[in-house]
């Protein structure tokens, strides 16, 4: 399974940012799908993640509900997390991570790292005050 995220960025405080994660058809359509972060010093926490298409569920992390969106689209085999009103606690390198056991994103989490299989190489994101 490959996992090619983009659109990390330096961005001010406020502003919006959207990340990519390109796969393949059956990853995005079927996998548990989701995005991770990774402040400096700080251990690798669950952003958002999405059950498989036809019937799984999605999970907001507390920090970033309301503000980050998850979705995907089968046809361009992408996943992206639009951020909006990022503030400088949201810098971190964001990696998207799937696995096969799509029952693994449950709405009220949690959503560790250690459940998901395969990962990308990160894409970094920075917010200025």
């Known amino acids: 399974v490959q996992l090619v995220e983009s659109g990390g960025a330096l961005v001010q405080a406020g502003g919006s940012l959207t990340l990519s994660c390109v796969t393949s058809?059956?990853?995005?359509?079927?996998?548990?799908i989701g995005w991770f972060r990774q402040a400096p010093g700080k251990g690798r926490e669950g952003v958002s993640c999405?059950?498989?298409?036809?019937?799984?569920?999605?999970y907001y992390a507390n920090s970033v509900k309301g503000r980050f969106t998850i979705s995907r689209d089968i046809a361009t085999k992408t996943m992206s997390l639009q951020m909006n009103n990022l503030k400088p606690q949201d810098t971190a390198v964001y990696y998207c991570?799937?696995?096969?056991?799509?029952?693994?994103?449950?709405?009220?989490?949690?959503?560790?790292?250690?459940?998901?299989?395969?990962w990308g190489h990160g894409t970094q994101v920075t917010v200025s005050s």
């Open positions: 991570a799937a696995d096969p056991r799509f029952y693994f994103c449950k709405a009220e989490g949690p959503m560790p790292r250690h459940w998901y299989d395969h």
């Open positions: 058809e059956s990853v995005v359509e079927d996998y548990a």
């Open positions: 999405l059950g498989r298409a036809r019937d799984g569920e999605t």
